[in-house]
């Protein structure tokens, strides 16, 4: 939701947050915050995500219990939870966007040469793709209990400008006699 309603592309920082883990397994919870830089309707930004145990506090949810999949937006003007509830004072606002006529009917109609689906991997899936995969490289940082350092990352090149040994996460180096074609 937050990925597509913000435009939230080409994050310059990822930091992580973790229980610790051995780098073969995945840690118990890790909390992973994203910067993006502004574009040309919003200002610059900072996503924080929650996985496994951890949750925000309940202040910072104005006594929400967050659950399984608790999605909460933090604006200028107040907070959006779940997707409907507004909180601390947010008023509602007419906000115009297509209308899906759902997954499958998009993909058939993208399929017969009509519009793309919403979820196109040049415009939405692979920009996604990144934003997730950049996070999991925080948490790789992020091995030892605590808060790893933090990713200065580039977005054109897919590569960390300040972390070392990433590269070979990024993109696998085969041994002799194995390629991989492009």
């Given at each position: 939701?937050?990925?597509?309603?913000?435009?939230?592309?080409?994050?310059i920082?990822?930091?992580?947050?973790?229980?610790?883990?051995?780098?073969?397994?995945?840690?118990?919870?890790?909390?992973?915050?994203?910067?993006?830089?502004?574009?040309?309707?919003?200002?610059?930004?900072?996503?924080?995500?929650y996985?496994?145990?951890?949750?925000?506090?309940?202040?910072?949810c104005?006594?929400?219990?967050?659950?399984?999949?608790?999605?909460?937006?933090?604006?200028?003007?107040?907070?959006?939870?779940?997707?409907?509830?507004?909180?601390?004072?947010?008023?509602?606002?007419?906000?115009?966007?297509?209308?899906?006529?759902?997954?499958?009917e998009?993909?058939?109609?993208?399929?017969?040469?009509?519009?793309?689906?919403?979820?196109?991997?040049?415009?939405?899936a692979?920009?996604?793709?990144?934003v997730?995969?950049?996070?999991n490289?925080?948490?790789?940082?992020?091995?030892?209990?605590?808060?790893?350092e933090?990713?200065?990352?580039?977005?054109?090149?897919?590569?960390?400008?300040n972390?070392?040994?990433?590269?070979?996460?990024?993109k696998?180096?085969?041994?002799?006699?194995?390629?991989?074609?492009?």
């Open positions: 939701m937050a990925f597509m309603g913000l435009d939230l592309r080409n994050p920082s990822i930091q992580a947050e973790t229980s610790g883990h051995n780098k073969d397994s995945f840690p118990k919870w890790s909390i992973v915050t994203y910067e993006f830089p502004a574009n040309d309707w919003r200002a610059g930004l900072k996503l924080v995500w996985d496994g145990g951890k949750k925000p506090s309940q202040d910072l104005e006594g929400k219990v967050p659950g399984a999949e608790g999605k909460l937006v933090i604006g200028d003007k107040g907070k959006l939870w779940g997707y409907t509830e507004l909180l601390g004072g947010a008023e509602p606002v007419d906000v115009e966007f297509p209308q899906s006529p759902g997954h499958f998009e993909w058939v109609r993208a399929i017969q040469g009509g519009e793309p689906a919403v979820s196109n991997f040049p415009d939405y692979g920009p996604l793709a990144e997730v995969v950049a996070g490289l925080a948490v790789w940082v992020a091995a030892e209990e605590g808060q790893g933090k990713i200065q990352w580039d977005s054109e090149n897919l590569k960390a400008t972390v070392t040994g990433l590269e070979s996460l990024i696998p180096e085969y041994r002799e006699g194995y390629t991989l074609d492009a």
